[in-house]
């Protein structure tokens, strides 16, 4: 057997197996686990991936298998105890599987990823996005909007909480932007900064959404959605990111960021 297969197969179950006891953990606990497992991902798939590589892992191929697993410890949270986590437990299992072999399959290209790679990567992403993006709302109390009777029921969201979830949203789309961004651009710092944009996005535009307190997992939809979106924009962008404009773009962004927490505190206060 090939011993990146075994191994993708036994970092496959660990991830699991712990997103399936996390089930059971609530308040820090929960947020220690998230956070152990990101790190134990992010070593384990370097591991995987770095097996028999003569040429070392790119940071950029360990992010998406472990934003995966993460993203399964809060999507789990949706799903009551019960026989129901058996089937989303596979799914999550398949969701990371396909990631480490997907990134093992481009590290291991001659050739720089084509248009279907991109394709197929994109698809990964966005699909963990709102996994991800609906995880941490679960995660978050009262994160998740409750609906009765075809209306929303509040935020429930007091400030401290409201930034969490802010915060938590902003760093997924910066590894998942600084995955897609490695797609196009070379340079660490290029790519950084284009994942940077990502993060500040995701930032206003869960603010933005959350204030309108849309109702279950519309919010989380909308949240890949404008990630989608973002992605295509700077698909089509030029490829240098030293072009003053690019920092005029950044200013414009942290200008409605505050024009979005101003509208926070306001409909809270």
Known sequence: MDPRSAGRRDLVFLAVAIAGLSRLADGPLLWLAAGLLLVAMLLGSLQVLGEGEPRGVPIESLLLPAVAAVAAIGALRLVPIGLGLVPALALAGVVIDRCLALEARLEGAIAPPGAEDRSQVVTLTMIVA??????????????????????????GLSGPELVVLALCDALVAFLLGYRLSALRLTTVRDVTWSALSYAIVIAIAAGALRALALPLLLGPALLTLVLFLWDAFHGTAPAGRRDPRWLWEIALLLALGVLVVALNVRLGS
């Not at 109390?141 to 075809?150: D, E, H, K, L, M």
């Open 130 to 155: 709102f996994a991800a993006f609906a995880g941490i709302a679960a995660m978050v109390p009262g994160g998740i909007v409750a609906q009765s009777n075809g209306a929303a029921q509040g935020t």
